[in-house]
Nanobody, 112 residues
């Protein structure tokens, strides 16, 4: 197993969660890393990505609320999620998308 997510859970709207993704060093050093999500009955969508340069990109729906970051020493990717909304409810996946490497997912449920 190369990517392992943690940190999901159930929160009320307006709350916060931080997701973590532990990766092997080789994946972390050589790949852009991202967070994706898939809600029930919907297509998987990009949430945020961080390039090897450190540049970040976000889906419009999460801009200003979510922050992607990485700890290169610990080989860990993070997603800080604030001001959560019910529409953020989904399975969240960590990925090295250009290498097609995916984690098993962690569920985030936001109640109104």
């Amino acid at each position: 197993v190369q990517l392992v997510e943690s940190g999901g859970g159930a929160v009320q709207a307006g709350g916060s969660l931080r997701l973590s993704c532990a990766a092997s060093g080789s994946i972390f050093r050589n790949n852009a890393m991202g967070w994706y999500r898939q809600a029930l009955g919907k297509e998987r969508e990009l949430v945020a990505v961080i390039l090897t340069s450190g540049s970040t990109h976000y889906a419009d729906s999460v801009k200003g609320r979510f922050t992607i970051s990485r700890d290169t020493t610990a080989h860990t990717l993070y997603l800080e999620m604030n001001t959560l909304r019910p529409e953020d409810t989904a399975m969240y996946y960590c990925a090295a998308p250009y290498s097609d490497i995916w984690g098993q997912g962690t569920q985030v449920t936001v109640s109104s």
